[in-house]
């Protein structure tokens, strides 16, 4: 039984970082005093060499099955795409340049209600910074949001003013990447969502926003709603807009009501489609057997590249074969690597278990009514899912800003770093 | 990437087997064959030692995730349970003793439809026995049936008496054990149905019945609806009979409604669960059976995910994992499972789910008469009343005191009893 994941952590257990002036605090906090158990160590990503060999040892001894028998993706990843893609990440691929980017930021681990929560803390050099948290969701990581980090924090060399900056903290979700795996239940989005408000709290910030999509949208959902008092406003790229009596007839397979308008009724459709032609079943096996599942994704590098592409999300990614699109090859790897060497499959794929099936595009199951605090949307167009504005407006009754964008998907911050980041300038923009 | 699937096939591509009077025909109808495109292959199973040995080293390097957060399978398989599993694999099982079992009865090749289809045919010695095709499940294969064939073929050993034997046709389905796997689609439990009326027909068979539970109710069912004049009648563990309105209330994920009597919502409520709670895998399956690329290349995942088919099956190979005596060893548990990984069938065994439009338990008008045995844990024990609605002409029907979803690997005695009780009015 090989141990695989061995992280060599470079965590410095005294909380330099928490030393009188050292830190410049954007709105210029200190905390009086700090428990040891509220501790921010310093955190480095170094994976030993042996890990990545086995790695690529695995890769080559993968077993593959036959092709499938239809010449489209509608039985799964294609064995044509999936073979050269896995083959290049065992021949070609370098983890240590993903290592060096995660490194290259500032990261620490923090205990939070018993688990180690990892994140990226990047302070803007602008005064009066607005810290936004951000939460990633699966199958993702922090790898998709780094694009955003300086746009974000450092936005007049993206196109921004000053007045625009961010002080950005990423986290890793509990279960996921470098944050610890819970050997406990109860970890759903409404208390992922209280730690991150210990979390914004033990940085010091006494006025913050959230921001996520996927499962970070369920959290920030909970955040809205459990409104600590530093959270100022929320955005949500994957809202809970549909409504109660839509959501049924969508999950029983019946017929659209005769009262939608042309845009609520293409939306009834894709997501009618997508129930019947079971394109939930990813989110089904993982919601009660995430085990069951995790044990060929724990065991087999292709497995697990498979099961990740199997989200919608990547539905129209080419699988590196398109040079101009994003996220790239590399990028996707990295992300699928993550997973890999932190051992995460299953540990990931128990959030879905916790959340109990409820849906995280259903108004209702994220009781949305009860976030009174603001909220922002951004639809991305080539999202599965393209909330209307009447469905978001009916769904969050303190809805401040509104807007569709063109580009982008279900990856928005990876896919369109840019306009995702312009989105956040925008959105927050009164909320400063 | 290894090759590891290595059959060497000990076919004699003669006819030989069918040459006139070598054999002795149950219903005394011997016949020619017409095209060697028909022609029956002795086959032989083998694997390589090399292959034996990948599997092995594979179990002893499996990566393992974390612990379950539970202490009950409501995550899915427990670690402790498949670390046992991975540890008897490497260190006590051995293959080469299914392979001699599976060698020790006829093993057949036949071309169906474009495809090799396997098969097992034992003749019983008695005159006039009565030819049953029977027909497994996923995640079954031919081991699950193997401990009846005996007391079917040969009843007068097993508390039976001469008039009650059977002639035992025992296929893998396509894509499962050492069927060919289709390369292209169409292969449902229709098509597979129309293969098994061609099979009997070419064995010789005019007079038969079909027998099956989980996939094997698909297409035993099946075959009963295209009833072809030999089929006589069918018998079923796992029958496709949840009435229409009990269908809908429990895909609604609506309370049991009060008009049921006791047997109706002891099943109604045991589909609930499994509606519920049990469906993943076959949804996953019926969705996307491609992307199961991890149980192809992992000996441990693909066992996993052959654990998790139902929760009562579960418990039993648990118990067993756990020293406790039941109707199937940690031999036969493996047996399967290792036959799945040496024939590298995980993806296109799934691919049935994928290939499937009938809906599951709902009724197919079958209008031939049909036997029922229904076992307490079977993913719903069928109650009479849906059953007689379902089956118009219902020849026998029993509830059985213990039992589940592998009823013939589990409770072969029982299970054999069944099938003579169950198709001596057609004799």
């Given at each position: 039984m090989i141990q695989s994941i061995k992280l060599l952590v470079i965590a410095l257990f005294f909380g330099t970082l928490l030393l009188q002036g050292k830190p410049v605090h954007a709105q210029g906090a200190q905390p009086a005093s700090i428990a040891a158990t509220e501790s921010i160590r310093p955190f480095k990503v170094k994976i030993p060499a042996a890990e990545i060999k086995a790695l690529r040892q695995r890769i080559r001894d993968t077993r593959w099955p036959d092709q499938e028998t239809v010449s489209d993706p509608s039985q799964g990843a294609r064995l044509a795409q999936l073979k050269p893609l896995v083959a290049y990440w065992g021949r070609d691929y370098d983890w240590r340049k993903a290592e060096a980017r995660l490194n290259a930021l500032p990261q620490f681990t923090t205990t939070i209600d018993g688990v180690d929560i990892h994140f990226i803390h990047v302070r803007s050099k602008e005064a009066n910074a607005l810290p936004i948290i951000i939460s990633h969701g699966w199958p993702g990581s922090v790898f998709e949001l780094l694009g955003v980090i300086d746009p974000l924090a450092n936005p007049t060399a993206h196109g921004?003013?000053?007045?625009?900056?961010f002080d950005v903290v990423i986290p890793s979700l509990p279960g996921f990447g470098f944050s610890g795996k819970p050997t406990d239940t109860g970890w759903d989005p409404d208390r992922i969502a209280k730690a991150w408000a210990v979390l914004m709290k033990r940085l010091g910030y006494h006025r913050y926003v959230a921001q996520g999509g996927d499962w970070g949208a369920a959290i920030v959902n909970a955040m809205g709603r459990q409104a600590p008092a530093e959270l100022v406003a929320i955005h949500n790229n994957l809202p809970a807009t549909v409504p109660a009596e839509v959501g049924k007839i969508i999950s029983t397979g019946g017929q659209a009501p005769a009262d939608l308008s042309a845009q609520e009724r293409a939306v009834f459709d894709v997501l009618s489609k997508f129930y019947k032609d079971g394109s939930t079943a990813y989110n089904t096996a993982m919601t009660a057997r995430p085990q069951a599942i995790g044990y060929g994704l724990a065991d087999s590098p292709a497995g697990l590249a498979a099961w990740l592409l199997?989200?919608?999300?990547?539905?129209?990614?080419r699988f590196g074969n398109d040079?101009?699109?994003?996220?790239?090859k590399d990028e996707v790897l990295d992300n699928i690597t993550l997973y890999w060497l932190t051992n995460t499959a299953a540990s990931s794929a128990r959030i879905y278990w916790e959340n109990?099936?409820?849906?995280?595009?259903?108004a209702a199951a994220q009781k949305t009514q009860d976030i009174k605090i603001p909220v922002a949307i951004t639809v991305f167009a080539e999202d599965i899912y393209r909330a209307p504005e009447s469905w978001a407006r009916r769904a969050y009754p303190n809805l401040v800003y509104f807007k569709e964008v063109a580009k982008g998907g279900h990856f928005a911050s990876w896919e369109q770093p840019q306009l995702f980041s312009e989105e956040m300038r925008a959105a927050f923009k009164s909320y400063r | 990437m290894k090759k590891t699937k290595n059959i060497l096939a000990t076919a004699a591509l003669s006819i030989g087997l069918l040459l006139p009077g070598t054999l002795t025909f149950a219903q005394g109808n011997s016949y020619s064959i017409s095209k060697p495109a028909d022609s029956i292959r002795p086959f032989k199973i083998h694997f390589s030692d090399a292959a034996l040995k990948d599997l092995k080293k594979r179990v002893q390097a499996t990566k393992w995730p974390q612990k379950e957060t539970v202490t009950d399978a409501t995550q899915g398989v427990q670690l402790s349970t498949i670390q046992k599993l991975a540890k008897y694999w490497t260190t006590q099982y051995d293959w080469r003793k299914a392979e001699a079992k599976l060698n020790s009865y006829p093993n057949f090749i036949t071309n169906i439809d474009g495809l090799d289809i396997h098969f097992i045919h034992v003749r019983s010695k008695h005159p006039n026995a009565l030819p049953i095709i029977l027909t497994h499940g996923w995640p079954g294969s031919i081991i699950e049936e193997l401990k009846i064939i005996d007391p079917l073929t040969n009843p007068t050993a097993y508390?039976?008496?001469?008039?009650?034997a059977f002639d035992v046709i025992i296929p893998s389905l396509p894509g499962y054990g050492f069927s060919e796997q289709p390369k292209t689609t169409g292969w449902d439990p229709t098509r597979i149905a129309h293969a098994w009326i061609t099979l009997m027909k070419r064995l010789g068979y005019k007079r038969y019945v079909a027998q099956g539970g989980d996939w094997g109710d698909a297409v035993t069912e099946q075959m009963a609806v295209i009833a072809p004049a030999a089929l006589a009648g069918i018998h079923t563990n796992m029958p496709s009979a949840v009435p229409a309105e009990i269908s809908g209330a429990l895909w609604s994920r609506q309370a049991a409604p009060d008009s049921l009597n006791a047997d109706e919502k002891r099943a109604y409520e045991q589909l609930d669960f499994f509606f519920k709670h049990g469906l993943a895998y076959a949804q996953e399956m019926g969705n996307k059976p491609q992307t199961l690329y991890g149980i192809e290349d992992s000996p441990v995942g693909l066992a996993s995910w052959i654990l998790d088919h139902d929760i009562r099956s579960y418990e039993l190979i648990t118990r067993t994992f756990d020293g406790v005596p039941e109707g199937i060893t940690k031999d036969d548990v493996l047996d399967n499972i290792t036959l799945y990984w040496l024939t590298n069938t995980a993806v296109s065994s799934a691919r049935l789910y994928w290939e499937n439009k009938l809906i599951f338990f709902q009724p197919m008008n079958v209008k031939i008469p049909v036997a029922v045995s229904a076992y307490p844990d079977e993913l719903y024990q069928a109650p009479k009343s849906w059953v007689e609605k379902a089956f118009p002409n219902l020849i026998h029907y029993n509830r059985l005191p213990k039992g589940g979803h592998f009823a013939a690997w589990e409770q072969p005695a029982s299970f054999s009893q069944e099938i003579r009780t169950a198709f001596k009015s057609l004799r």
């Open positions: 921004g003013t000053a007045a625009e900056a199997l989200h919608p999300g990547f539905a129209t990614w040079a101009a699109q994003t996220p790239s109990k099936g409820k849906p995280v595009i259903s | 508390g039976g008496k001469a008039e009650d």
